[in-house]
């Protein structure tokens, strides 16, 4: 990913996003409005929130009813009953649970908090009682928006979706993608040389967390209206592959 | 963390660094080489191994005699049993064992693969032989650089250590901070207050994760001549932490 000066920019006054709002649409005034033009190679890198929405993903709590393992597990975590009923409807399994989060194997692989679902910036005309889910299929939504942003521009770019994960060991947030298209998501530079000539061990880089995590720089941490963010300056010469390349096999993880 | 366009820049033809040299005045001529003149709230992020090739990390590996532990801990992980005595002596404890790698908790408190000890990139003139410790202390190593850069041009620079960690769940590395001054490595948001004025849960934001992700962007990952690079754009107004606020207190810790 050897590169010339990376820039980041976050595009000017984003609005708000309502479910079916036409995303490449805003994306491409916001890009105008922030007086980008566009080139093959630069890359778009969306908020999980956003896209979610666009995607009218929201559950009203008030519909969901809690089964008795929600109701149980919730009095556990000391959490809502139908969050948690909404965390496992949105889950392979509990991987671990303490005062407050669950940690679970999201539908589509993601090991994170919650099954990333939010009650916080989330547009709440009734209190307190919508929810918002990931969107139905990352990897997929970044593909349909690169298609959309590339027949209107004409060129080849790179679209990611980023969300803000815990980790273990280390505190604090950092952004992760939760999809990408046109992009190497996961770069292998298995016995790629060093600079002494001598084979490099297996080295996999994951460059579209690389890439989510700077634009998480750029956003901000509070919604305030950065949700979309462009990239420029690197480079690579790898096929594209998706966010869900990024996601570890259970059986070769270590820490499962 | 809000902010105008971030810019990432690799220093120009940094040169290989040798035990002893002068980092400072390395980053300053690498600054005037690449015509950038820097400014209070840039931040200079550092690969691990130049700064480990200045203050002369390296150990012969015919001086190392491993212990009988070392030797038992190096055949169940097909390992060279002095790597294994290197790196035991570098750590609190090992976390996890398979073949080929050793997490470890590392005597700083990072949580990693072998100590962060590297063979990889090493000049080795008399065969395979040289291994490359990790800086002695990164925050303070970060603390000694700004205060240098500060002094050179009468600013307020921030200095990032970065390199780069596997993480549970997911594939590949990505960039991760050692050593930071200058900056809140952790930026603490507990109550900052959401679009809608409700209170955010609690959230911290490992800000130089995040730097140290986008700077390995630009830096490459076969170490051919970038691992020096500037970034400009970010803001912030809480007080610098170093990168030691990172590390989770293993009894806070789910997964260990």
Not at 23 to 35: E, K, M, N, Q
Not at 50 to 64: F, H, P
Not at 215 to 232: E, I, N, W, Y
Not at 236 to 247: F, H, I
Request: charged letters at 25%; aromatic letters at 4%.
């Amino acid at each position: 990913m050897a590169s010339a000066p990376v820039t980041l920019t976050a595009l000017a006054d984003f609005p708000l996003v309502e479910p079916g709002d036409d995303l490449a649409s805003l994306i491409i005034d916001g890009l105008r409005r922030t007086d980008i033009v566009p080139r093959s190679r630069d890359v778009i890198v969306l908020a999980q929130k956003v896209v979610s929405k666009a995607e009218g993903r929201y559950v009203d709590l008030r519909d969901v009813t809690p089964s008795a393992e929600a109701r149980k597990l919730a009095e556990e975590a000391g959490k809502d009953a139908r969050m948690v009923e909404l965390i496992l409807a949105e889950s392979r399994e509990v991987v671990k649970l303490r005062a407050g989060v669950l940690i679970v194997e999201h539908r589509l692989g993601y090991v994170m908090a919650n099954a990333g679902i939010d009650q916080s910036n989330i547009d709440h005309p009734d209190g307190n009682e919508r929810a918002l889910l990931l969107p139905e299929d990352p990897d997929a939504s970044c593909a349909r928006l690169k298609a959309q942003l590339d027949a209107a521009f004409g060129i080849d770019l790179a679209v990611v979706i980023n969300d803000s994960f815990g980790r273990p060991w280390r505190q604090g947030v950092t952004g992760v993608a939760l999809g990408a298209a046109g992009i190497p998501a996961l770069l292998n530079l298995i016995g790629a040389p060093d600079l002494f000539g001598r084979s490099m061990r297996v080295t996999e880089i994951a460059v579209a967390d690389e890439i989510a995590a700077a634009a998480s720089l750029v956003m901000g941490q509070t919604d305030a209206g950065k949700p979309v963010v462009h990239l420029r300056g690197l480079q690579w010469d790898a096929p594209a592959r998706p966010a869900a390349d990024l996601l570890r096999p259970k059986q070769q993880d270590m820490f499962r």
